[in-house]
């Protein structure tokens, strides 16, 4: 069952041009709609590479279907899409919803931090593991992160945000580079050390269960990866889980070539380059 959008709150940043909304379940949920300006399948890939994120054991927002009906539209002067040389309204139906991260008050969650704080992120072990989903799933963007905490709290935590490029976008093709879906502050990687530091999101990844990845796959409606308005082809679907599936294999060693890039991201690594057996 879809969540129902009842009110929309704010519009916000970013080339998906969501929307901030309020679902009947009393939520607040960063809503992208299908006629978003970067590509229909970003909703898919969204909800995909989350779910894969979390079913890692990642930090990334909850995730679910919003059904955003065409009266709120109609009556939401908000609720529209800039596409360059013209607006249009937001499509109505059935979006993507990513559980908004924190509260409204400012200074609870923010998108950059300066170094030393960054060093000092709760979960800062994560980003490595994010790294090896990224690479897994061929994030052509570079990974995003907003940084959380509670009113009493004095460090911040991480969550993962963003995985619309996943799958090369509206490409659903892998193009590997390693500088490709990894975090633009060396700082994050700084103490990883060998492959135990990407332990132990990484062999989740390398080992689970296919019914998962299917199941995930299952649960996203077909009106998001359809080409011109139509429904989707199951068949296309299939294919990226298929892919998905063998690429569990090379994940390692797209994460040597980022490390051995010139921006020499692991310092503590010793030996890095050399052929890993499993």
Request: with cysteine; hydrophobic share 40%; charged share 25%.
């Amino acid at each position: 069952m879809a969540v129902a959008a009842v009110q929309q709150i704010r519009r916000m940043r970013g080339g998906a041009q969501g929307h901030l909304m309020l679902g009947a379940d009393g939520k607040l949920w960063v809503v992208k709609f299908q006629n978003n300006p970067q590509h229909r399948r970003v909703l898919a890939n969204e909800m995909l590479a989350t779910r894969l994120a979390a079913s890692a054991g990642l930090t990334v927002p909850e995730t679910e279907v919003v059904e955003v009906s065409d009266w709120l539209i109609q009556n939401t002067p908000e609720l529209v899409v800039d596409m360059g040389s013209a607006k249009e309204r937001c499509a109505a139906g059935l979006q993507f919803g990513a559980r908004y991260v924190g509260g409204l008050m400012p200074g609870q969650v923010v998108d950059y931090l300066p170094e030393e704080q960054l060093g000092e992120i709760r979960n800062l072990a994560e980003f490595a593991g994010m790294l090896a989903l990224d690479k897994w799933t061929g994030n052509v963007n570079g990974r995003q992160a907003v940084f959380a905490r509670k009113a009493r709290e004095r460090r911040y935590g991480a969550v993962f945000i963003d995985q619309g490029y996943c799958f090369h976008a509206g490409e659903w093709r892998f193009d590997d580079a390693p500088l490709r879906g990894v975090y633009p502050r060396n700082r994050v990687y700084a103490g990883v050390d060998g492959w135990g530091s990407f332990e132990p999101w990484l062999t989740r990844m390398e080992r689970m269960d296919e019914a998962v990845v299917w199941r995930a796959a299952e649960e996203i409606p077909p009106e998001w990866y359809g080409r011109d308005g139509a429904i989707g082809d199951m068949g296309e679907m299939e294919q990226l889980v298929e892919t998905l599936l063998k690429r569990r294999a090379r994940i390692r060693e797209l994460i040597e070539e980022f490390g051995r890039s010139d921006r020499m991201p692991f310092p503590k690594w010793v030996g890095l380059g050399k052929r890993y057996v499993m």
